[in-house]
């Protein structure tokens, strides 16, 4: 049987945890995927807890806890907490299906199964993640399962303007399920 992933695992650098969790399932509702595709974000220019505000305490003061936000006024993103003594969080960028895909594919109204969860905001609304869960213990509602992973890729995050030449993005190699595939 496979192991859950405890919040201690979530106390250590960013950028770890990051790496580690490529390939580990994640669980929510009806519906499971194995995450393909993270980013890692501390205190650089492109996070949100380059400066302390009421959206990013949650990235100071917690690890092992569930951060979602909205942006552009129309998209959730899902993110875990990290680092037990400074700010960070892990940004899911995309699943690889598993259970539920039926449920997805209704929510998103999307026929390809890898187009439902390729990208942050694509598996927020196929999983029907919202703001509902932010600031809640990873292992109550969302849960983390140990999965196995193939090899592991960086390159620069996506869609940021500032920090770009840090190589923080976690990808598995040649996985049609991520949202860039290299």
Known sequence: ??????N???ARETLKVAKDL??????FGNCSGRIVEVEAYTNDEASHAHR???RSAIMYDTFGHVYVYFIYGMYHCL???TEKSQSGAVLIRALEPLSGIELMKKR?????VRKLCNGPGKLCQA????????????GDKVKLIEGSRGEVK???????????DLNWRFFEAGNPFASRIK
């Open 8 to 10: 201690q695992f979530f």
């Open 79 to 81: 993110n875990f907490t």
């Open 127 to 138: 999983l029907a993640i919202d703001l509902k869960l932010n600031g809640t213990r990873i």
């Open 154 to 164: 960086t390159s620069p995050r996506i869609g940021i303007k500032k920090a770009t």
């Open 52 to 54: 302390r505000t009421d």
């Open 108 to 112: 998103r109204d999307v026929e390809d």
């Open 22 to 27: 490529i390939g580990t399932i994640l669980t």
């Open 1 to 6: 049987m496979a192991k859950l992933v405890v």
